[in-house]
């Protein structure tokens, strides 16, 4: 997976599980700090796991 790919994965999943518009920093407390639910922060880490699951299936051969 490239890094373009990666960040845009990234941020995707900032958005659906965190309500997070972006992972960009902006400067400013308000922007860059968020609270978060603790089940919006374990299912995010269990949407990276998987993705990282179902690269490592495509990038590597049988």
């Known amino acids: 997976m490239d890094a373009k790919t990666l960040e845009r994965l990234l941020n995707q999943i900032a958005a659906e599980h965190l309500h997070i518009d ?5 400067n400013s407390d308000r922007l860059d700090f968020h609270e978060v639910s ?18 490592k299936q495509t990038t590597q051969p049988n």
């Not at 972006?22 to 902006?26: G, Q």
Request: net charge positive; glycine share 8%.
């Open 38 to 55: 603790v089940w919006g922060l374990k299912e995010a880490l269990q949407a990276a796991f998987t993705a990282g699951q179902q690269s």
């Open 22 to 26: 972006t992972l960009a920093t902006r």
